[in-house]
């Protein structure tokens, strides 16, 4: 949510800061801007507008050479959407100028406190630090007067900072917020996540929270918020940018859509050799002792991790329950005796789960986070961390990550579970199920035929049922049709209030023992108008049924029933013309509570 960039060195800090915002717009994109030095009037120019950063590089096309620069590009908190709210923000006199991705809870409080006789501009709660460091900086050395700062915040922050009076720093600093550094033979670049930094940076140091550094052309100090010196730890970068770009396809999503078979095969790779699983021990063992495993998420890893509440029960004698993050921070629910936390994440950044993580860890319990990041905050403070290895995921709508999510959790199930199932094999059988579904997809005619509607049904039972939760949340954030994904069996109960003439009832059909139950609630909205068709599993297939799938595990069939429901979404949104990567008021990384 918000990404920023800072780039000191020896090339044009322009270049490489738009690069990194382009690369890391899909944290949020409601405007962008950039500050640069400007040698002539000794001051930092800054340049914002809402929109997006595609209209930063037409305007500041005759921007000269500067080799400090940080930029931002926007998911809005506070303040609505406009230029003036847009990052950087500048102190009164200008001497500071700030970009931040977080949330100042306390914003109001200290300008209450602070800052009664200083006329802000902007409705943020991002100027209120610039305001603060440069009312401290009167008595205050800048580095006491940041940190002075910091630790009058509640919130959360990362934030570049940049001093007109000496334009040859960038201060940093991060509380909750993801922020990394990184160094190349060209300079030191500053950013939320590493995509910022391919091409510019050989090697990264992801910063831990309450730390504060000083980038400088010669090189980068750390320091605590007391100012005592720390080290860095840097490790290489491994990303490069075959990773980052759209390839053949118009869009990232169709990309990493495509990329689900490979995606489920490198997981296969790289948690087993040859039959013998990676997964550390240990891992296991602490799930193997704890009495009920507690899956934490939200959005679309929580659907995933709904699967894999179904796969462990199924395949072993543990109890799971599943929540929501946001909701457990707040409403924690009365705990087992020996708990055990698996936090499902494709970013490891997201707000609300890291308020559970902290809780977890002030009771000293034991954590797992499954995500595709890490790097990533929930990766490094969780007890165990398990990669989900499916490549950046670009996209704002997440597909691939959900089905690497899934086969994670189904690769723990079959390491604490008896059966003898050969889940190497298995997966790879899904594997070539999506590769052949996808080559011969026909799910336009389908979308042009049935999605004309604004609502839509998903229905299913079982499995399908939590991937119809899956199917409507991807469909309605990017094709913005509303829609709800229902227990096929509980649509009587009140929702088919709703079914009139023509809309939509999309029944997901995987297993053989309820496939005459769904195939009646489908009936039964069918008899009240409903436009119904079927995605199905070879082993269920009925005369007339639309999308066929070749048969996978039985309880591996998630992975393959929400492909058409993902390709639903995508050309549901490409006929209306939206956006599809970055569809209307989302961020990728959802930093915020
Ligand atoms: O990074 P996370 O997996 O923790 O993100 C959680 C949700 O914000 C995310 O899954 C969201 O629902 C998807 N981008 C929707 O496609």
């Known amino acids: 949510m918000c990404g920023i960039v800072g780039f000191i060195g020896n090339k044009n800090a322009k270049d490489v800061v738009l690069n990194g915002l382009t690369r890391l717009?899909?944290?949020?994109?409601?405007?962008?801007?950039?500050?640069?030095?400007?040698?002539?009037?000794?001051?930092?120019?800054?340049?914002?507008?809402?929109?997006?950063?595609?209209?930063?590089?037409?305007?500041?096309?005759?921007?000269?050479?500067s080799n400090i620069g940080?930029?931002?590009?926007?998911?809005?908190?506070?303040?609505?959407?406009n230029k003036e709210n847009s990052h950087p923000h500048y102190s009164q006199t200008r001497r500071f100028i700030i970009v931040h991705n977080g949330v100042i809870e306390n914003y109001?409080?200290?300008?209450?406190?602070?800052?009664?006789?200083?006329?802000?501009?902007?409705?943020?709660?991002?100027?209120?630090?610039?305001?603060?460091?440069?009312?401290?900086?009167?008595?205050?050395?800048?580095?006491?007067?940041?940190?002075?700062?910091?630790?009058?915040?509640?919130?959360?922050?990362?934030?570049?900072?940049?001093?007109?009076?000496?334009?040859?720093?960038?201060?940093?600093?991060?509380y909750k917020s993801p922020l990394i550094v990184g160094q190349g033979v060209d300079g030191i670049t500053v950013a939320s996540d590493l995509m910022a930094l391919i091409g510019y940076s050989t090697d990264y140091h992801a910063l831990d929270d309450k730390t504060f550094l000083v980038a400088r052309k010669e090189g980068i100090r750390l320091f605590d918020l007391n100012n005592e010196s720390l080290d860095l730890h840097f490790k290489p970068i491994e990303l490069d940018d075959q990773d980052t770009t759209k390839g053949e396809y118009a869009h990232y999503m169709m990309k990493e859509i495509h990329e689900q078979p490979s995606v489920l095969r490198r997981i296969v790779t790289n948690y087993y050799e040859k039959e013998k699983s990676l997964i550390k021990s240990e891992i296991l063992e602490s799930i193997k002792s704890s009495d009920r495993l507690y899956i934490l998420a939200a959005g679309t890893s929580m659907h995933a991790g709904l699967i894999g509440k179904q796969l462990i029960e199924k395949m072993t004698s543990i109890p799971v329950e599943v929540h929501i993050a946001s909701e457990f921070a707040y409403q924690k629910p009365l705990l087992s005796k020996n708990p055990m936390f698996i936090l499902v994440t494709q970013s490891g950044e997201t707000a609300d789960l890291r308020?559970?993580?902290?809780?977890?860890?002030?009771?000293?319990?034991?954590?797992?986070?499954?995500?595709?990041?890490?790097?990533?905050?929930?990766?490094?403070?969780?007890?165990?961390?398990?990669?989900?290895?499916?490549?950046?995921?670009?996209?704002?709508?997440s597909t691939?990550?959900?089905v690497a999510q899934v086969a994670v959790l189904s690769l723990i199930a079959h390491e604490l579970s008896n059966q003898s199932i050969d889940i190497r094999k298995e997966l790879s059988i899904a594997a070539t199920s999506i590769e052949n579904f996808l080559s011969s997809e026909e799910i336009?005619?389908?979308?042009?035929?049935?999605?004309?509607?604004?609502?839509?049904?998903?229905?299913?039972?079982?499995?399908?049922?939590?991937?119809?939760?899956?199917?409507?949340?991807?469909?309605?954030?990017?094709?913005?049709?509303?829609?709800?994904?229902?227990?096929?069996?509980?649509?009587?109960?009140?929702?088919?209030a709703l079914i009139e003439e023509g809309t939509p009832v999309i029944a997901l059909i995987s297993d053989p023992k309820i496939n005459n139950n769904t195939r009646s609630n489908l009936k039964e909205v069918q008899a009240r108008g409903a436009k119904t068709f079927r995605?199905?599993?070879?082993?269920?297939?009925?005369?007339?049924?639309?999308?066929?799938?070749?048969?996978?595990?039985?309880?591996?069939t998630p992975l393959v029933m929400v492909v058409p429901t993902q390709l639903l979404a995508y050309y549901a949104a490409l006929e209306r013309s939206y956006d599809i990567d970055k569809p209307r008021n989302l961020a990728k990384s959802v930093t915020v509570e």
């Not at 205050?140 to 922050?157: D, F, P, Q, R």
């Open 400 to 402: 691939k990550a959900y």
């Open 444 to 496: 336009l005619p389908l979308v042009r035929e049935y999605l004309t509607r604004r609502n839509c049904f998903f229905i299913g039972r079982g499995l399908d049922y939590h991937v119809s939760l899956e199917a409507a949340l991807k469909l309605k954030e990017i094709s913005y049709i509303q829609t709800e994904g229902f227990a096929a069996g509980e649509l009587k109960h009140g929702t088919i």
């Open 25 to 65: 717009e899909y944290r949020g994109y409601d405007s962008a801007g950039l500050s640069l030095f400007n040698s002539r009037y000794q001051t930092f120019d800054v340049y914002k507008d809402e929109g997006r950063v595609q209209k930063l590089v037409d305007s500041t096309k005759n921007a000269a050479f």
């Open 535 to 556: 995605i199905v599993m070879e082993s269920c297939k009925q005369d007339g049924d639309e999308v066929i799938l070749e048969n996978v595990h039985p309880l591996l």
């Open 70 to 81: 940080i930029g931002h590009t926007r998911w809005a908190t506070h303040g609505r959407v």
């Open 108 to 174: 109001q409080q200290l300008k209450d406190q602070y800052l009664r006789n200083t006329i802000l501009t902007s409705e943020t709660d991002t100027e209120v630090i610039a305001q603060l460091i440069e009312t401290f900086s009167q008595t205050l050395s800048v580095e006491i007067a940041i940190t002075t700062t910091l630790k009058l915040l509640h919130g959360s922050y990362a934030l570049l900072v940049l001093d007109s009076n000496d334009p040859e720093k960038i201060y940093a600093a991060k």
């Open 355 to 397: 308020a559970c993580l902290v809780l977890i860890n002030q009771h000293h319990y034991k954590s797992l986070t499954i995500t595709n990041v890490p790097t990533s905050t929930l990766a490094r403070e969780a007890t165990y961390f398990l990669e989900l290895y499916a490549g950046p995921e670009i996209a704002v709508a």
